[in-house]
């Protein structure tokens, strides 16, 4: 299973940005899978941002984020996408996408996806919010 992530770049405040993560791979569906969005700034640990259910959409987000970004699977695709409006300067980081399944892929999603839970990742993409 391959993730790539594009979307990334330099935004100001107030601004924003959709971030893309294409999942491939002999027989990949995401259907079975669920896709994560987690981020790292310099000198911070990882962190949750959003997860999708491929089974059913089910959403989840960090408080932080919440009324902000949106998150969306277009399954024809294998394409997961973070819409993220309203941007601020505590958002820049490196965001990654990563899958978790296909055993417990929702509940994983649903629950606290945890960065564990969560199995192949992508290489990431810088987003940067500043004036």
């Known amino acids: 299973l391959q993730l790539v992530e594009s979307g990334g770049g330099l935004v100001q405040p107030g601004g924003s940005l959709r971030l893309s993560c294409a999942a491939s791979?002999?027989?990949?569906?995401?259907?079975?899978?669920?896709i994560g969005w987690f981020r790292q700034a310099p000198g911070k640990e990882r962190e949750r941002v959003s997860c999708?259910?491929?089974?059913?959409?089910?959403?989840n987000y960090v408080d932080s984020v919440k009324g902000r970004f949106t998150i969306s699977a277009d399954n024809s695709k294998n394409t997961v996408y973070l819409q993220m409006d309203n941007l601020k300067p505590e958002d820049t980081a490196v965001y990654y996408c990563?899958?978790?399944?296909?055993?417990?892929?929702?509940?994983?999603?649903?629950?606290?996806?945890?960065?564990?839970?969560?199995?192949?990742w992508g290489q990431g993409t810088q987003v940067t919010v500043s004036s």
């Open positions: 990563a899958a978790a399944g296909p055993i417990l892929a929702t509940y994983y999603c649903l629950s606290d996806f945890s960065p564990r839970n969560f199995a192949s």
């Open positions: 791979g002999s027989g990949f569906r995401l259907d079975y899978y669920a």
């Open positions: 999708v259910s491929g089974s059913d959409g089910r959403t």
